[in-house]
């Protein structure tokens, strides 16, 4: 049928979330009524997903972090080490520019480093956990389990990854308003292994909790902030705010885009509970 | 403006540029697939995209812009080199086995993350590139007709080819696996 036919020619662009509108109900409209399609659309989907999981297939290593953080701090750059793809006249080109800049912009650059706050750069594990949120907000990582039910979300992880995740269901004992809603979870690549990955949302506005064992990744970088014995550290990352602590052998990030560093997505693990104590010192004053 | 380079604006904008060295790191492995090269590309870029003259225009994507840069250092190096090009283009004519209904991807999830990574590692160039920006880095097509500087129907028809190079050769490696398992 030609309809089948258009719509398997369509299914890569609506993966890739490149069809809109009327496209995009037409191809939803024939995969809910096609058995057919719709198994071609799983096996796409299924194959996607494990490319996708592959990422990142590269960290940077700490040397040329440390370098390129020195270059964006405006300490000014230094030259590239034994230049292998730059040849020796663009690095004196490079250097005369460099040193030409540095004798311009001096008093610029040292009201930079007396003003600098003393952070620094965010761990692998946040960058990872904002980047997940990231494509999940843009569609690009489906979740595997979408469930409100704590238990079920908890139970799903079982045996998937080699530490527990039990979410806590304050919301529902405390018998507040409900001011956020669990939907889902799934699984992420991370050094080679799993973490767990649970996405809330709240307003609207999506909530990520990325968990996975202290033995993989350990928080770091940025600003820290004790509350109540744990460290949590702080990063602004693309817009969003990363909290990252780690307590009892797991190691967790919160990203979301809310105000201040994000302390109001604590609600969704203390929401109903005198907790105040542990959230208080993460906003700003 | 000078007065740009002493804004907060513009510190926010260099560390938010840091945020994406990993990103930029695993393309420049992508481009020159040696370690040493991709790190002198990651500085290049960083050097660039944060010189004074060198701002993302209004409204950019801030990570697609550096991949940019990343990209058209790379070329000039190539360009550059006596060693003749390293970019190995695509052939147009390329005989492409298109599995699409290969009932091996069925399994494709139970597939350990390093046989799909090596399955990306032995594309063409080409198609790796628009894997890893596509499925890897999860640029939109328009952002990654920008990036490499083409249609965007480009876009679809490579990467449409890559996946399908990609699938073929995951299904290759399950049968040998297999017949080994035998």
Redesign the interface.
């Known amino acids: 049928m030609k309809i089948c036919e258009d719509t398997?020619k369509r299914l890569?662009?609506y993966l890739?979330?490149?069809l809109q509108g009327d496209e995009r109900a037409a191809v939803e409209a024939h995969l809910q009524e096609c058995g057919s399609c719709a198994s071609?659309f799983k096996?796409e989907l299924?194959?996607?997903?494990?490319?996708?999981?592959?990422?990142?297939?590269?960290?940077?290593?700490p040397a040329?972090?440390a370098?390129?953080?020195e270059?964006?701090?405006?300490a000014g750059?230094k030259p590239?080490p034994a230049?292998?793809?730059?040849?020796k006249a663009q690095v004196r080109l490079?250097l005369a520019i460099a040193a030409t800049?540095l004798m311009?912009?001096s008093p610029?650059l040292i009201?930079?480093v007396m003003n600098r706050s003393p952070q620094s750069?965010?761990s692998?594990f946040a960058?990872m956990a904002?980047?997940t949120h990231?494509?999940h907000s843009?569609g690009?990582l489906p979740l595997e389990v979408e469930s409100g039910a704590p238990q079920h979300i908890s139970e799903w992880f079982a045996n998937k990854v080699n530490f527990s995740v039990k979410l806590p269901n304050y919301q529902e004992s405390s018998g507040q308003e409900k001011l956020y809603t669990l939907e889902g979870a799934r699984l992420v690549?991370y050094k080679?292994d799993y973490a767990a990955y649970v996405s809330y949302s709240m307003n609207s506005r999506p909530i990520s909790l990325v968990i996975t064992s202290d033995s993989v990744a350990h928080p770091s970088g940025g600003e820290e902030i004790d509350a109540r014995g744990l460290k949590f550290h702080y990063n602004?990352?693309?817009?969003l705010k990363v909290l990252t602590w780690s307590d009892r052998g797991l190691t967790y990030a919160l990203v979301s885009d809310l105000e201040e560093r994000g302390q109001q997505s604590c609600i969704v693990c203390h929401q109903g509970t005198k907790d105040q104590d542990l959230i208080e010192p993460l906003k700003l004053h | 403006m000078?007065d740009n380079?002493?804004s907060v604006a513009g510190?926010?904008l260099?560390?938010?540029?840091?945020?994406h060295?990993?990103?930029?790191?695993?393309y420049a492995?992508t481009l020159?697939r040696d370690?040493?090269?991709?790190?002198?590309?990651?500085?290049?870029t960083?050097?660039k995209a944060?010189?004074?003259a060198n701002q993302p225009p209004a409204g950019s994507n801030?990570?697609a812009w550096l991949f940019v840069i990343m990209r058209n250092a790379w070329l000039n190096?190539v360009r550059?080199?006596q060693s003749g090009p390293r970019f190995v283009e695509l052939e147009t004519n390329e005989q492409m086995d298109d599995s699409?209904?290969n009932p091996h991807?069925?399994y494709?999830?139970k597939?350990e993350?390093?046989q799909?990574?090596e399955a990306?590692e032995k594309l063409p160039q080409a198609y790796r590139e628009i894997?890893?920006l596509?499925?890897?880095?999860?640029f939109?097509?328009q952002e990654i007709a920008m990036v490499l500087d083409c249609p965007a129907g480009t876009v679809?028809s490579r990467?449409?080819r890559a996946?399908a190079k990609?699938?073929a050769s995951l299904a290759t490696w399950q049968r040998i696996s297999r017949a080994r398992a035998v």
């Open positions: 398997c890569n662009l890739d979330n490149e071609v096996r299924s194959f996607i997903n494990a490319i996708r999981e592959c990422g990142p297939m590269h960290v940077a290593p040329l972090r370098k390129v953080q270059t964006v701090n405006g750059p590239f230049k292998r793809i730059v040849s490079g800049l311009l912009l610029i009201w930079r750069a965010a692998s960058l904002a980047e990231l494509r843009r690009q690549g080679e602004a990352i693309d817009g | 000078e380079m002493d510190d926010t260099n560390q938010a540029a840091l945020a060295i990993d990103a930029l790191f695993g492995m020159a370690a040493a090269e991709a790190e002198d590309l990651v500085q290049e960083y050097l944060t010189g004074a801030l990570k190096h550059h080199d699409g209904g991807v069925v494709l999830r597939l993350q390093k799909v990574r990306i894997v890893v596509r499925d890897i880095e999860g939109t097509y679809m990467l449409g996946r990609l699938r």
